[in-house]
């Protein structure tokens, strides 16, 4: 301090005797007669527990960041007017913008739904779940499940979003539905009566001409092993080129027994 007048202050780790580390902040404040510094007066302060908080406020952060950056979802951050501030690398990777291209955008320039989940945000507590769909930046629509939610911080209020994508799931599911219903159009079609099975040799769907044949409704058939309803063991699988029929006796509960000849071929990916 000498020949000063300014205030010194450190912050460093001591040691006691039995080495227990404490933190300290020691502040210096000189003490002048004619201008000079004489003395000076030491004022320490111990830091230790607001040490303790900022190291744990550390490893809480790090804890934080380690879940947002490997998410197997994607999760985003809006403020009040739909404005994007942060996203994880999944969302980011699922919307094929960078962080900082998606930061310059608002919810509703990728969602054409966005003003209406806000409102929703912003008269319901806790959190909604929906399915919607997102713009990504090479023009493709990705769907997603999203989960969403407001909170606050301070005066203002924030958004937060969880959303999985669900776009190939939802492709494989119109797809199956839209076999099903091929299936079904040929079902109809189909004066012999058809039968069709399940990977486990139980009935998943039949004709009207197997329903009359076997005089029981469908519903009453649908789930049985095909091995309950005749006697003896099915016949084998056979390819088209060498089908031959198998007579089987069909006995249905509450319905006289049926004389029938199976094929039984392979639908494969049909």
């Not at 006697?231 to 069909?250: K, N, R």
Request: a negative charge; hydrophobic letters at 35%.
């Amino acid at each position: 301090f000498k020949g000063n007048t300014i205030t010194v202050e450190k912050t460093g780790t001591l040691s006691d005797s039995q080495q227990t580390d404490w933190t300290w902040r020691i502040k210096g404040i000189p003490i002048t007669r004619h201008e000079e510094a004489v003395e000076a007066l030491f004022l320490i302060e111990d830091r230790t527990q607001y040490r303790m908080l900022e190291d744990e406020l550390i490893r809480s952060e790090d804890r934080y960041r380690n879940i947002f950056n490997h998410a197997p979802c994607g999760i985003f951050f809006a403020n009040n007017q739909g404005k994007y501030l942060d996203a994880n690398p999944a969302a980011l990777e699922m919307l094929g913008y960078s962080l900082e291209e998606l930061t310059t955008l608002s919810t509703r320039e990728l969602s054409a739904d966005s003003d209406r989940r806000l409102r929703r945000l912003r008269e319901t507590p806790g959190w909604i779940e929906e399915d919607t769909r997102y713009l990504r930046k090479d023009g493709k629509v990705v769907e997603v499940h999203l989960l969403a939610s407001s909170y606050q911080s301070g005066k203002e209020t924030y958004f937060i979003g969880i959303a999985k994508d669900i776009t190939a799931k939802n492709e494989l599911q119109r797809n199956l539905s839209a076999a099903k219903a091929r299936l079904k159009a040929v079902l109809s079609l189909e004066s012999r009566p058809l039968l069709l099975l399940d990977a486990q040799d139980r009935i998943s769907n039949l004709n009207s001409a197997a329903v009359e044949l076997l005089d029981c409704p469908s519903e009453n058939l649908l789930g049985i092993p095909l091995a309950d309803l005749i006697d003896g063991e099915p016949p084998p699988l056979q390819d088209t080129s060498s089908a031959s029929a198998s007579p089987c006796v069909f006995n249905i509960p509450d319905s006289p027994p049926v004389n029938l000849s199976v094929i039984r071929l392979p639908l494969g990916n049909i």
